[in-house]
């Protein structure tokens, strides 16, 4: 007896001591967080809940990237091809990678929700940082504010695609049903973010299971019903249907297809602050983020088209999606064409939730150093839940605004996402091109010789590498090959489907993403330089 319990009081004293070291590991981690939060001049305001797996969650389900293979590849056959869609998404791939190692960089020297804008006034000279990082966050608010509103489009049009599918002869889709649906996205993505927001980081970790599951769901059935087509033509099979002058060229517009469903890798970078151990964290999450969905949705793709049947029906569907159309040759069933589209619809919804907390944060961070107009409302947070319902409600209002584009337009989908594209590789390339800058002049310090003192409002903060950093010659190679991509990338997300373009089939987002960027200009000049000097320096800085 005497041994049991000395054996109990033993193991009652190991797990006392195991208890009391997390506690003290927890400590050192979230004062380092506060530390590198105080580099740059921000207070520790919101409550990290997030750890790796939950701030994976959120951005490999956000991005819709397997999920948008499925939805929008139908482009990409009119223009490449399967040879072409194939190509694209390698290069795609490849390019997003190189495009996203050095933002995680930068997410490591600069760990802040503010995301791009902050990085620009850290890396651009001082006689055009103002301007230049003005502009980054006004581009940002419209990238994750739209792609909200696209994550709703996609769930109302996937619903009214099966209503057509169960009920052909019974329903018949309007503009204004797929508002309503639109507003019931984002109702419900509201609900999870403000009410459910404590919770968020588990649910995110909970959908990123789905999104594995739900790819098999997929993926089996589509290779157990299908004729398989052989590797030549998948492989050798180039369209150029849209009629351009080269097949080339149509593989360029086509390239679009398959850049969007990358779109949105940032989304952590705008949890930082809500993010344990965010300086390491984050960038790894990007880069993961990228690997993974990247071999998901290239998986994806393959067997989409070595399955594919009759392109010309799925292309000319009533089910909104070729996808759908496919599913509904291969089995024959509408009620297993149901299934398998609602495990779509359902991670499209899940996805929402991270779109939705992503583009709240960015409007917060950005009201927080006063950019957007009622700055002063948005940056408040709530005392108790620790979150910034606001700039929540105000995410909210707007989605449901924009949600009325649909009542107008049968290709507002398209429309919204090549504008994001377009909004999102342009907020992109600013700061990677004065990272480039910044790394051949060789001025960003390293992070051991650092000291903390007090600072204002026109302290100059130093830049310091962050504990994530590629080393030299590889970090300029992959920051070279990532500002061409983005550029090229950019460049073709204006292009039509066709040179032969009418109103219906103008790509809008030429249109839009001058608007926004000479509005923001014009708002600059007119007040918003008086409000905006730049990221708010809230504590002491650290210098050399």
Known sequence: MEFSQSTISSEQ?????????????????????????????????????????????????????????????????????????????????AGFMAIVIPLAELASMIPTSSGQYHWVWMLAPKNSRLLLSYLTGWLSVAVWQSIVTMGGILCATLIQGLLVLNYPDKYSPEGWHG????????ILSFVVNSILGRWLPKIEGFILYLH??????ILIPLLYFSEHVGAVEVFTTWNNDGGWSTTGLAFFVGIITNVGPFIGVDGAVHMSEETHNAAVVIPWNMVITVLFNGLLGFGMLLAMLFSTGDIEMALETSFNYPFIQIFYDLTQSRAGTTVITTIVLVLSYSATF??????????????????????GRLLLVNPKSFLPMNAIWTTCIISLLLGLINIGS??????ILSFTVSSWEAAAVIPLALLLWRRLNNTILDNKRISFTSGSEDADMPLVWGPWRVPEPFGTGINIAGLVWVTITFFFSF?????KVDAADMNYSILLTSFWFIFGIAYYFITGNKHYNGPVIETGILKR
Do not use: C
């Open 495 to 499: 292009w039509p489907s066709s040179p």
């Open 410 to 415: 049968t290709k507002a989908l398209s429309t």
């Open 354 to 375: 991270g779109q939705f907390a992503g583009a709240s944060r960015q409007l917060w961070a950005f009201a927080r150093d006063r950019g957007p107009p009622m700055s």
């Open 179 to 186: 508002t309503l649906l639109i507003w019931a996205t984002v």
């Open 212 to 217: 594995v599951l739900g790819f098999f769901a």
């Open 13 to 93: 004293h190991d797990a006392r001591d195991g208890m009391r070291a997390r506690h003290d590991l927890s400590q050192q981690l979230s004062i380092r967080d506060e530390r590198q939060l105080s580099r740059v001049g921000k207070k520790q305001i919101l409550k990290r809940r997030f750890g790796m797996i939950s701030a994976l969650g959120l951005s490999t389900t956000l991005m819709l990237t397997w999920e948008g293979v499925l939805v929008y590849f139908g482009f990409g056959l009119a223009n490449g091809g399967s040879a072409g869609l194939v190509t694209s998404f390698i290069l795609d791939w």
